[in-house]
């Protein structure tokens, strides 16, 4: 069993366009984090969400929006993409109220805007 | 910039040996130290973490002891198992980043 799934896998994609990732996790964990990758140097936090509730927005670009629509699920939607958003994102989640560090990752997208 | 640096594997060792997993950081400021391990066909899960000084972490019979005068989060095991068989990632985190080392793959044969 997959503990924190996300889907696609890879998503390649036209400048402008609109898409969504999801994620989701099975662990019965209360928070759950969105993480940029841009190089292999490091994941910058995005998001984090703590029973549907947003308890963590860094600064992005208004055009990422999350949404979870119940605890186990926190999807990713970007609007009118652009060619800087190409990079890995991973889905995370923990155990831990309000902690910025995650338990356990998902596998991560790799978005590739052309 | 903040990174981590980890030993290179792979790691191979016979049931009930000893495990060392060699992990040392750059960073700024006071980070928090983690060892996340991967399982395979699975994502990271945080194996143990320390968030000061001096912090020892420990889970599943792993210890990792945050040392600041040597800049190191060693992990060490007194007697592995095949099913520790994965492959291990050293991490930082620091100012909501997070940096992970390239990871040690751990072959434990019986």
């Known amino acids: 069993d997959t503990a924190v799934s996300q889907t696609p896998k890879y998503l390649v994609t036209q400048m402008g366009n609109d898409k969504s990732i999801k994620c989701e996790q099975n662990l019965g964990h209360d928070t759950m984090y969105w993480y940029k990758q841009d190089s292999k140097k490091f994941l910058k936090i995005m998001f984090s969400y703590n029973n549907k509730e947003l308890i963590i927005n860094e600064t992005v670009p208004n055009r990422f929006s999350p949404k979870s629509p119940d605890k186990a699920h926190l999807n990713l939607h970007i609007n009118s993409l652009e060619l800087g958003d190409s990079a890995v994102y991973f889905c995370a989640s923990s155990q831990v109220d309000r902690t910025t560090w995650p338990s356990t990752f998902g596998s991560g997208t790799r978005l590739t805007v052309v | 910039g903040d990174s981590v640096t980890q030993m290179e594997g792979p790691v191979t060792l016979s049931e009930e040996a000893f495990l060392t997993i060699n992990c040392t950081y750059t960073?700024?400021?006071?980070?928090?130290l983690f060892w996340y391990v991967q399982y395979p066909g699975e994502g990271l899960q945080l194996l143990l973490k320390?968030?000061?000084?001096?912090d020892k972490g420990s889970n599943k019979g792993f210890e990792a002891t945050y040392r600041k005068e040597t800049t190191s989060f060693h992990l060490e095991k007194g007697s592995v198992q095949v099913s520790d068989s994965a492959v291990y990632f050293c991490a930082l985190s620091n100012f909501n980043k997070f940096y992970f080392g390239s990871g040690t793959k751990l072959n434990v044969k019986p």
């Open positions: 960073a700024t400021g006071y980070p928090s």
């Open positions: 320390a968030t000061k000084a001096d």
